[in-house]
């Protein structure tokens, strides 16, 4: 092996394709790409974010939605990275429907088969810049990605994942082994 040293910048992969949905103080919807974002324990969503309109929305609101982006929407997702709700109506542009979280005071994006509905429970900074950590209130899901035991099935769904070393986003892939189940085979 020849190793080289990259620096300080890492290359976790993958990172997620999250669409946040957030209302402003007017009610208009909004959605952003947020890359550097996770769920940081089973019913909580944690993410890092710069100086948007979606971080002055949610520190406004304190809530916001979370839609995993498919393969049928890249095009849509990335817009919602390259395009700010300050100057554009994204909601309009992108042609995708926003309608109102049953749960918590921020859109969700029907044409997403999944979302999470999540209140905000920490933030670290402010409206030019916070670390947010949000709890999930609900999980929406269409039936069309459901399997037969009622589960999420990814591979009906599709997401999609970003790759920072190129910028592109690839598809979840197949299945290889299963957790908690492949390591036995050294037991
Ligand atoms: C692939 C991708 C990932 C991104 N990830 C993040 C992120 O994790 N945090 C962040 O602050 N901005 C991220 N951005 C940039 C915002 O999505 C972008 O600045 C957007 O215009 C903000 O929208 P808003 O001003 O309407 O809120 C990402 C953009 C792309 C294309």
Not at 71 to 94: C, L, P, R
Not at 129 to 146: H, K, M, P, Y
Request: proline content about 3%; some cysteine; glycine content about 10%.
């Amino acid at each position: 092996m020849a190793i080289k040293n990259l620096g300080s910048a890492g290359e976790l992969f993958p990172q997620s394709v999250f669409i946040i949905g957030s209302y402003d103080e007017a009610g208009k919807p909004n959605a952003m790409n947020a890359a550097w974002a996770g769920e940081c324990s089973r019913h909580e969503i944690c993410f890092n974010i710069g100086d948007h309109k979606t971080t002055a929305n949610i520190v406004k609101k304190g809530a916001f939605t979370v839609a995993p982006a498919d393969v049928t929407h890249v095009a849509e997702a990335d817009y919602f990275g390259i395009a700010t709700g300050n100057t554009t109506d994204k909601a309009a542009a992108s042609g995708m429907t926003f309608t109102q979280s049953e749960f918590v005071d921020a859109p969700v994006i029907e044409e997403f088969p999944l979302t999470m509905e999540c209140e905000v429970t920490d933030i670290q900074g402010d409206e030019h810049g916070a670390r947010i950590v949000g709890r999930i209130v609900n999980t929406r899901v269409d039936e069309s990605i459901l399997d037969d035991e009622g589960r999420v099935d990814f591979s009906k769904m599709h997401p999609i994942i970003y790759d920072a070393t190129r910028r592109i986003y690839r598809v979840v892939g197949e299945e290889v082994g299963g957790a908690w189940e492949a390591g036995k085979a050294f037991m």
